[in-house]
């Protein structure tokens, strides 16, 4: 067959090569403009992207020092052409307007240039966007929750500053109305659903055991009289660098005197959990047939989940209590943020997603880190490896399903300087407009301030 297609492509007979051309060109041009439409469509989505932004961007510009109308429209256009640079096209249109009843309109319009429509006469197509934001106080209807990082290198003052941030945001978004409830997932590179959760239907806990042994070491006493010196070298706990020491000794060590002390301690659940196989780790469905397996511990290893609550008090109480330990996974607090904000069991104390948002509910998460993940999930569903790469992944994933299902994320880095991490939390929150990079601890306030501000008086609505 592709024998007498060739011919006849190339044959000289002016008839033979007229039909040709009558043959192809409408092949062309379907091909063509189906790749140009394609185009047209990317283009639209990061127009839409851009103006959503330009609009919420305005909106709180409007609420800073009192501007004038004139102010904020020039401020919306110089942000909107700041934040739309897509190759091939360019913004035709703009404009912003102003409703009576605290509304900002903007819309834009970008023409694109088109490759083999051109064929056809049509060398341009547009892509259109709209977006408005409601300015001003109005009855929230939301529930939002805090997925906090309480790894080591958040010790000192650093959680003292968060405690006091999202004490206060919780109390502003609490007083703007009576339809708002407010939960906390701290997160090491593991979570705590509480020791006395019922488990019927997702979590498989593990039984109380008594564990005993002998544990036996090297006393510093006993290097020294053996002729060991200590030197020091650089080490990382939770990513942070610092100084460790090791003994170097002449000869054998197995022969020194070791100091033994024996041990009995009970492990039993204590509230921290693996991760289901990927992808169920991200996702909040389906504990029938793969449930959640608990951690047999001799203590917890980090603050437990407040599921969501109107009660000022409790969450004040419980966000004082917080404190730090462990390594930095991002990807259990967040798919567990999902699941405060849920009505599936375990915590059923949110709204089903489906149906709540599109009534106008406002789904929130508030991600706060301080660094790079560190710790990242083993096969068998701890938290012990060491693949940044993958739990990088797995908390992208956990991002990308939290947004799909409806939540709204703000995220916030704090003094993070590698730019992987960076890229991480600006990807996970659901604007550019709801990422914040930041360098030191008594930004916190400032930050959670402007999400709360964000959320009581500023809303997307188209």
């Excluded at 961007?57 to 904020?72: F, K, V």
């Excluded at 049509?122 to 300015?135: C, M, R, S, W, Y």
């Excluded at 053996?226 to 000869?251: A, F, H, K, L, M």
Aim: contains cysteine.
């Amino acid at each position: 067959m592709c024998g007498p297609l060739r011919t006849f492509a190339s044959a000289n007979g002016g008839n033979v090569a007229m039909m040709f051309a009558l043959f192809i060109l409408p092949l062309i041009l379907v091909i063509g403009g189906a790749a140009d439409f394609s185009r047209r469509q990317g283009y639209e989505d990061k127009l839409q992207s851009a103006v959503d932004s330009a609009t919420l961007a305005a909106a709180r510009y409007s609420l800073e020092g009192n501007p004038t109308d004139a102010q904020i429209r020039t401020f919306a256009l110089n942000f909107l052409e700041t934040n739309y640079d897509a190759q091939d096209s360019r913004l035709s249109q703009k404009d912003v307007v102003f409703a009576e009843d605290g509304t900002v309109r903007v819309t834009a319009t970008a023409t694109i240039d088109t490759t083999l429509l051109g064929i056809a006469g049509i060398n341009t197509l547009n892509a259109n966007a709209l977006a408005e934001t409601f300015i001003g106080t109005s009855d929230l209807n939301m529930e939002a929750v805090l997925v906090l990082d309480v790894s080591n290198s958040m010790s000192g003052d650093r959680i003292e500053a968060l405690k006091e941030a999202a004490i206060d945001f919780s109390n502003r978004v609490l007083d703007a109305g009576d339809n708002v409830l407010v939960g906390v997932v701290p997160f090491n590179h593991y979570v705590n659903v509480g020791p006395d959760i019922d488990p019927t239907g997702w979590l498989d806990k593990p039984p109380t055991t008594v564990k005993s042994g002998e544990n036996c070491w090297i006393s510093r006493e006993t290097y020294i009289a053996n002729g060991c010196t200590s030197s020091p070298y650089t080490c990382y706990n939770d990513g942070v660098r610092g100084t460790c020491y090791r003994w170097s000794c002449p000869g054998n060590t197995d022969d020194y005197e070791r100091t033994c002390r024996s041990y009995s301690y009970t492990e039993s659940f204590n509230g921290s959990v693996r991760s289901r196989p990927p992808p169920l780790n991200v996702t909040d469905a389906d504990y029938g047939s793969d449930e959640v397996i608990g951690i047999a511990s001799g203590g917890a290893w980090v603050p437990e989940i407040l599921p969501l609550t109107s009660n000022q008090s409790i969450l004040e109480d419980h966000i004082n209590g917080l404190w730090v330990s462990r390594d930095t996974y991002m990807e259990p607090g967040i798919s567990w943020g999902v699941r405060v904000l849920s009505n599936r069991p375990p915590f059923q104390e949110g709204q089903p997603f489906e149906g709540y948002t599109e009534s106008g509910g406002r789904k929130v998460m508030v991600i706060m880190s301080d660094g790079q993940n560190t710790r990242s999930r083993n096969n068998d569903g701890f938290h012990w490896g060491w693949n940044v790469d993958a739990a990088n992944e797995q908390t992208r994933l956990s991002c990308e399903n939290a947004k799909t299902i409806g939540a709204e994320i703000y995220t916030i880095a704090l003094d993070v300087d590698d730019r992987a991490t960076l890229d991480l939390l600006e990807g996970c929150a659901t604007s550019i407009d709801h990422f914040q990079s930041i360098d030191e601890s008594d930004e916190l306030n400032e930050s959670f301030d402007e999400i709360a501000l964000a959320l009581t008086q500023i809303r997307l609505t188209k």
